[in-house]
């Protein structure tokens, strides 16, 4: 009876980590999908250069498994300062339209994880009563 919730947060815990880093590597693809993979390493944004690696590297995934959270983006104070920009490009200005690359990774990644989690739910219930 002890092993179950044990069994049932470790599967919980797998699929978080699973569907985070699913979720941050969409990121990062939807990323370069809006800005290009530039040689020069720049995004260019109405005739202005923004290093391109410092939103690209500053765009972190955290994972908590005991307090069964994942968070990611730009998650110090020192990467939101790097990635300052990096707000601008996502949301857009009155002068461009954002690109909205993390919030259509996070929006796909809920789903996902809302399937999968469900599915180690029951599969670890199963191996803890069989």
């Given at each position: 009876?002890?092993?179950?919730?044990?069994?049932?947060?470790?599967?919980?815990?797998?699929?978080?980590?699973?569907v985070?880093?699913?979720?941050?590597?969409?990121?990062?693809?939807?990323?370069?999908?809006?800005?290009?993979?530039?040689?020069?390493?720049?995004?260019?944004?109405r005739?202005?250069?923004?290093?391109?690696?410092?939103?690209?590297?500053r765009?972190?995934?955290?994972?908590?498994?005991?307090?069964?959270?994942?968070?990611?983006?730009?998650?110090?104070?020192?990467?939101?300062?790097?990635?300052?920009?990096?707000?601008?490009?996502?949301?857009?200005?009155?002068?461009?339209?954002?690109?909205?690359?993390?919030?259509?990774?996070?929006?796909?990644?809920?789903?996902?994880?809302?399937?999968?989690?469900?599915?180690?739910?029951?599969?670890?219930?199963?191996?803890?009563?069989?």
């Amino acid at each position: 009876m002890r092993e179950a919730p044990v069994a049932v947060q470790r599967a919980i815990v797998e699929e978080l980590q699973a569907v985070g880093e699913a979720v941050h590597a969409e990121g990062l693809a939807n990323m370069d999908a809006a800005f290009g993979t530039s040689e020069k390493g720049f995004v260019e944004v109405r005739g202005k250069r923004y290093p391109r690696q410092q939103v690209r590297r500053r765009y972190t995934l955290r994972i908590a498994p005991r307090a069964l959270r994942v968070r990611i983006g730009y998650l110090t104070p020192s990467a939101q300062r790097a990635a300052y920009y990096a707000r601008f490009l996502h949301d857009g200005t009155r002068f461009f339209q954002g690109s909205f690359f993390h919030m259509r990774a996070v929006e796909r990644g809920e789903v996902i994880f809302e399937l999968r989690a469900g599915v180690a739910f029951k599969r670890a219930l199963r191996k803890a009563f069989p």
